[in-house]
């Protein structure tokens, strides 16, 4: 079966620092992966999204980036943390129906 | 591109009485349709996916969901909720066409109160 790993769970970073968000999914080969921002008491927000190794599709503007080093691992990035950036990120996997990850709770101080 | 709208930011529900929330969606193209359901703190849970066939769709946990394509919308049921169906429920529709495969838009959810 498959599962999607995320980490760290919590995060708790100052302004300016940088930060880097693992996902990871197994049981599965060459899924479209997705990362997604929930803010507090708001929908989810689809940041980035990737069909395979290396392609990355922005979806909107911002401070942060994301990578596709390997087929199952999917990072997301930042140089320098705004306070804007805090909230609830989630990846997900899917080919069809999308599968989410447990989440990490970003606070930016 | 799609769009999802949950009417009902909140809805408080008995134990035991039923539970039907709301989902409008704009599309072109032929809807592929999902309801998840989030915890607090948690990630989103599958809860039924619509791409084409029965209108009805039975999900997980006793919910079910009818698409009606005259109203463009997807609403899910339930007959008898239980305390542990509180939670954040929201409706999405996915994209399946060449240059936006597989992206969803989510409505903003349904925060849902279970009372005694």
């Known amino acids: 079966s498959q599962t999607i790993h995320q980490w760290p769970a919590t995060l708790v970073q100052p302004v300016g620092s940088p930060l880097s968000l693992e996902c990871t999914v197994e049981g599965t080969s060459n899924p479209n992966l997705y990362w997604y921002r929930q803010a507090a008491g708001r929908g989810l927000q689809l940041l980035f999204y990737?069909?395979?190794?290396?392609?990355i599709s922005s979806e909107v503007p911002q401070n942060l980036s994301a990578s596709r080093p390997q087929d199952r691992q999917f990072i997301l990035s930042s140089k320098k943390l705004l306070l804007s950036d805090s909230g609830f990120y989630l990846c997900?996997?899917?080919?069809?129906?999308?599968?989410f990850g447990p989440g990490t709770r970003l606070t930016v101080t | 591109a799609q769009s999802v709208t949950q009417p009902d930011i909140h809805i408080t529900v008995s134990e035991g009485a039923s539970l039907e929330l709301r989902c409008n969606y704009s599309?072109?193209?032929?809807?592929?349709l999902f309801w998840y359901v989030q915890s607090p703190g948690q990630g989103l849970q599958l809860l039924l996916k619509y791409f084409s066939g029965d209108t009805l769709v039975q999900g997980i946990k006793g919910f079910e969901a009818e698409f009606k394509r005259s109203q463009s919308s997807f609403n899910l049921r339930k007959p008898s909720v239980h305390w542990s169906d509180a939670a954040e429920y929201f409706c999405?529709?996915?994209?399946?066409?060449?240059?936006?495969?597989?992206?969803?838009?989510f409505g903003a959810g349904t925060q849902v109160v279970v009372t005694p």
């Open positions: 599309y072109g193209a032929t809807p592929y």
């Open positions: 997900a996997w899917g080919v069809g129906e999308q599968y």
């Open positions: 999405a529709v996915g994209a399946f066409e060449t240059d936006s495969w597989g992206k969803f838009q």
């Open positions: 990737s069909v395979g190794i290396g392609q």
